[in-house]
């Protein structure tokens, strides 16, 4: 499936600079996202990856740089503004109450009330069942407490929470960390339904395997700087290796 | 809970599964049977008379309330030590609104209509206050519950000592005195038609319910079961409401009523006391506290909180507003406790409330609700609090010295926790 990369894009992020006490945290980085496309961002611990994308999050606040979303400057001061560009982020420790249910899970803190003001379980859980259906249709366990889910499980109630307030942008830290092989083939699935509904992903991972397999194009960082973005497809395991590790863009070598 | 597909579909289910009945709940209600039936063996037939039982329930109602409020507290990892000493500055605050304040310096007459009320709302007020200033130091300036309500346990303990100069402040107003138990009763017609009310209630909360699964399409319980369930809420509302009746009031103090009214008794005449206002009251505030846990949004916040704090964070609840609001309740629940406490025993003494603490939290921690958060029901510390009274007084009835009776409470809290641990591990360390 080849990405259409000739309209506006959902998400560019240019020249952003953060530093911290003199630390070039995040040095002059650009990097943009289309509809349907997922773009890694690897490095090592430190490399800059997560605040990068905390900017866009709302979490944190660029020092300059300026953020495009649909190719409007939007101004991302903290995490109520980035729900409202539609930006939705997936932590990576889920961020889920684990002793209620998928649905007041899914609606934690945007309940939905009857005429009287009171929760609307019924609703909530007619309509926590029909967006499972479409992201994860092999979904059962509605009324057990997410606790007694799947850590694959788990991580579809979160992204179903993103997707259900209409995320056009989601950011995934680190979502196939904690799970086996099979649930790993589960969030993979997720993604995939999710590229194909147009929703743009920024997934930050460790794992090259991970990005290899569930990734369009890789944008590498190393000490705060952009290495450089590359199409997945046109390059090796150890490309990307060497652009996390030694800073060595793979044009370099084919020049060398 | 059970996930059923519908009626017919499931033939392989339990009869237990079918009714959707919590296991817990069934458990606590067979260790209460068992307390009763071994008690009133024990006491050749005294314990469950109907005279014991409208004690037993009165007796409870003060540290029921207490304990549904502590529920809360306790789901949202926090803890309230100062509850028994709360208890003490409301009902010191009532008793002397309603002694010296009201006709002292307001210039009410003794007697007057509005005193019990406005002693009532001064307690809940003050209650109220308490409570939300205890929230405030747990929420924003961030001091452990432990800490900041130990002090508490003191520090209200004390006020309450220095308002009333330590005297007993009594008789209190007949109104008021009215909440306590005995002294206040619907009278079995009224508590007939209260009773069946409830049922009805009761009756129409299961057909919404069912109603409101089945509009969105989702699995319902099959027809006999649902209507298994209605006939036991029915059998037991209505059961306790002949118990009540069937307890009469005493001739001598019918004839002092009759008399009071300038009319003769007549001869052989009996009453029954009937449902308590007090009972009423607890009733209520088990309703709305169910209702506030299960269908708000402060309720599913405060069980969010419970289970994940940060992610409650996340998810934008003000957790710090929310632990006020928590605290905030207890303390008018504590007010209302006082209320009765003190209305029970016509005045206030200085010592009321004392060690209630313990008997608030053991009741909401045998009722189910887990200090680790996130777990507890408001029906459950009920049921504990009224498990609790009657350890108390069955033993006391059967003669056990008193030191054993502590013994053996302290005992039945450390093993029913145990219990509780040991369930939750067979059913998947929830």
Redesign the interface.
């Not at chain 2, 519908?6 to 049977?33: H, Y």
């Not at chain 2, 299961?206 to 059998?235: F, M």
């Given at each position: 499936m080849s990405i259409d990369r000739t309209g506006t894009p959902l998400v560019e992020m240019e020249d952003i600079c953060i530093s911290f006490g003199g630390v070039h945290a995040v040095d002059h980085v650009s990097v943009n996202l289309w509809p349907g496309e997922v773009v890694g961002l690897l490095g090592h611990n430190g490399a800059g990856k997560s605040t990068l994308i905390k900017i866009l999050s709302g979490a944190y606040r660029a020092d300059s740089g300026t953020i495009r979303i649909n190719g409007s400057v939007a101004h991302i001061h903290n995490p109520?503004d980035a729900r409202a560009c539609n930006i939705e982020t997936i932590?990576q420790?889920?961020?889920?109450?684990?002793?209620?249910n998928a649905s007041?899970?899914l609606f934690?803190?945007?309940?939905l009330?009857t005429a009287t003001?009171?929760?609307d379980?019924?609703?909530m859980?007619?309509e926590t069942?029909r967006i499972m259906a479409r992201l994860n249709p092999n979904f059962?366990k509605f009324?057990?407490?997410v606790?007694?889910l799947s850590g694959g499980q788990r991580q579809s109630v979160a992204i179903a929470r993103a997707v259900y307030f209409n995320a056009r942008i989601l950011i995934m830290d680190e979502p196939t960390a904690a799970l086996g092989p099979h649930e790993t083939q589960m969030v993979a699935e997720l993604i995939q339904e999710l590229k194909r509904q147009g929703i743009g992903i920024f997934l930050i991972s460790h794992d090259i395997h991970d990005v290899m397999q569930l990734c369009d194009r890789a944008s590498v960082m190393k000490n705060g700087q952009l290495v450089g973005t590359v199409d997945v497809a046109k390059v090796s395991d150890d490309d990307l290796l060497g652009m996390i590790i030694l800073g060595k863009h793979p044009g370099d070598h084919a020049a060398a | 809970?059970a996930?059923t597909t519908g009626a017919g579909a499931a033939p392989k289910q339990g009869f237990l599964k079918s009714l959707e009945v919590d296991t817990r709940l069934l458990g606590m209600i067979g260790a209460f049977i068992a307390v009763c039936l071994v008690f009133n063996l024990m006491t050749d037939g005294r314990f469950l008379t109907a005279r014991n039982v409208f004690n037993l329930t009165i007796q409870t109602v003060s540290v029921a309330i207490m304990a549904t409020g502590m529920v809360f507290v306790i789901v949202t990892r926090h803890i309230d030590l100062s509850v028994g000493s709360l208890l003490a500055t409301c009902s010191a605050v009532m008793a002397m609104m309603q002694a010296r304040w009201l006709p002292g310096i307001a210039g009410l007459e003794i007697g007057h209509p509005l005193i019990p009320w406005l002693s009532i709302l001064a307690g809940l007020v003050v209650g109220g206050a308490i409570g939300a200033f205890n929230g405030w130091l747990i929420g924003y300036l961030t001091i452990p519950a432990f800490i900041v309500t130990l002090g508490g346990l003191l520090v209200w303990r004390n006020v309450a000592w220095y308002m009333t100069s330590g005297q007993t402040i009594g008789p209190l107003d007949p109104t008021f005195v009215a909440f306590g138990g005995i002294n206040g009763t619907l009278g079995p017609t009224a508590s007939w038609i209260v009773g069946l009310a409830a049922v009805a209630v009761a009756l129409w909360a299961l057909l919404s319910a069912r109603r409101?699964?089945a509009?969105?399409?989702?699995p319902v319980k099959p027809v006999w079961a649902e209507a298994v369930l209605a006939a036991l809420i029915a059998a037991a509302i209505l059961g306790f409401v002949a118990i009540l009746n069937a307890y009469d009031i005493p001739a001598a103090r019918l004839r002092r009523i009759f008399e009071a009214r300038g009319e003769v008794m007549p001869e052989g005449y009996t009453q029954g006391y009937g449902i308590p206002y007090s009972v009423l009251l607890l009733l209520a505030i088990a309703v709305v506290m169910t209702?506030v846990a299960q269908?708000?949004?402060l309720?599913?916040?405060i069980?969010?909180?419970?289970?994940?704090p940060?992610?409650?964070e996340?998810?934008?609840?003000n957790t710090r507003l929310l632990t006020v609001k928590i605290f905030a309740i207890m303390g008018v629940l504590c007010a209302l406790a006082g209320m009765v406490a003190s209305a029970r025993l016509a005045n206030h003494s200085n010592d009321i409330g004392t060690l209630d603490e313990l008997r608030v939290i053991a009741a909401a921690v045998i009722g189910g609700t887990a200090l680790s958060g996130?777990?507890g029901t408001i029906y459950g510390a009920i049921l504990g609090a009224l498990i609790m009274q009657s350890l108390q007084s069955g033993m006391a009835m059967v003669g056990v010295d008193a030191p054993f009776q502590n013994i053996v409470v302290g005992a039945v809290l450390v093993l029913a926790v145990l219990i509780d641990i040991l369930y939750r591990k067979r059913m998947?360390?929830?």
């Amino acid at each position: 499936m080849s990405i259409d990369r000739t309209g506006t894009p959902l998400v560019e992020m240019e020249d952003i600079c953060i530093s911290f006490g003199g630390v070039h945290a995040v040095d002059h980085v650009s990097v943009n996202l289309w509809p349907g496309e997922v773009v890694g961002l690897l490095g090592h611990n430190g490399a800059g990856k997560s605040t990068l994308i905390k900017i866009l999050s709302g979490a944190y606040r660029a020092d300059s740089g300026t953020i495009r979303i649909n190719g409007s400057v939007a101004h991302i001061h903290n995490p109520r503004d980035a729900r409202a560009c539609n930006i939705e982020t997936i932590y990576q420790t889920l961020a889920l109450a684990d002793n209620l249910n998928a649905s007041a899970n899914l609606f934690l803190g945007r309940e939905l009330v009857t005429a009287t003001g009171l929760v609307d379980d019924a609703r909530m859980e007619a309509e926590t069942a029909r967006i499972m259906a479409r992201l994860n249709p092999n979904f059962r366990k509605f009324s057990e407490p997410v606790s007694a889910l799947s850590g694959g499980q788990r991580q579809s109630v979160a992204i179903a929470r993103a997707v259900y307030f209409n995320a056009r942008i989601l950011i995934m830290d680190e979502p196939t960390a904690a799970l086996g092989p099979h649930e790993t083939q589960m969030v993979a699935e997720l993604i995939q339904e999710l590229k194909r509904q147009g929703i743009g992903i920024f997934l930050i991972s460790h794992d090259i395997h991970d990005v290899m397999q569930l990734c369009d194009r890789a944008s590498v960082m190393k000490n705060g700087q952009l290495v450089g973005t590359v199409d997945v497809a046109k390059v090796s395991d150890d490309d990307l290796l060497g652009m996390i590790i030694l800073g060595k863009h793979p044009g370099d070598h084919a020049a060398a | 809970m059970a996930e059923t597909t519908g009626a017919g579909a499931a033939p392989k289910q339990g009869f237990l599964k079918s009714l959707e009945v919590d296991t817990r709940l069934l458990g606590m209600i067979g260790a209460f049977i068992a307390v009763c039936l071994v008690f009133n063996l024990m006491t050749d037939g005294r314990f469950l008379t109907a005279r014991n039982v409208f004690n037993l329930t009165i007796q409870t109602v003060s540290v029921a309330i207490m304990a549904t409020g502590m529920v809360f507290v306790i789901v949202t990892r926090h803890i309230d030590l100062s509850v028994g000493s709360l208890l003490a500055t409301c009902s010191a605050v009532m008793a002397m609104m309603q002694a010296r304040w009201l006709p002292g310096i307001a210039g009410l007459e003794i007697g007057h209509p509005l005193i019990p009320w406005l002693s009532i709302l001064a307690g809940l007020v003050v209650g109220g206050a308490i409570g939300a200033f205890n929230g405030w130091l747990i929420g924003y300036l961030t001091i452990p519950a432990f800490i900041v309500t130990l002090g508490g346990l003191l520090v209200w303990r004390n006020v309450a000592w220095y308002m009333t100069s330590g005297q007993t402040i009594g008789p209190l107003d007949p109104t008021f005195v009215a909440f306590g138990g005995i002294n206040g009763t619907l009278g079995p017609t009224a508590s007939w038609i209260v009773g069946l009310a409830a049922v009805a209630v009761a009756l129409w909360a299961l057909l919404s319910a069912r109603r409101a699964k089945a509009g969105h399409g989702q699995p319902v319980k099959p027809v006999w079961a649902e209507a298994v369930l209605a006939a036991l809420i029915a059998a037991a509302i209505l059961g306790f409401v002949a118990i009540l009746n069937a307890y009469d009031i005493p001739a001598a103090r019918l004839r002092r009523i009759f008399e009071a009214r300038g009319e003769v008794m007549p001869e052989g005449y009996t009453q029954g006391y009937g449902i308590p206002y007090s009972v009423l009251l607890l009733l209520a505030i088990a309703v709305v506290m169910t209702v506030v846990a299960q269908r708000t949004r402060l309720g599913r916040y405060i069980f969010a909180t419970g289970g994940n704090p940060d992610a409650a964070e996340l998810s934008g609840i003000n957790t710090r507003l929310l632990t006020v609001k928590i605290f905030a309740i207890m303390g008018v629940l504590c007010a209302l406790a006082g209320m009765v406490a003190s209305a029970r025993l016509a005045n206030h003494s200085n010592d009321i409330g004392t060690l209630d603490e313990l008997r608030v939290i053991a009741a909401a921690v045998i009722g189910g609700t887990a200090l680790s958060g996130g777990i507890g029901t408001i029906y459950g510390a009920i049921l504990g609090a009224l498990i609790m009274q009657s350890l108390q007084s069955g033993m006391a009835m059967v003669g056990v010295d008193a030191p054993f009776q502590n013994i053996v409470v302290g005992a039945v809290l450390v093993l029913a926790v145990l219990i509780d641990i040991l369930y939750r591990k067979r059913m998947g360390a929830r």
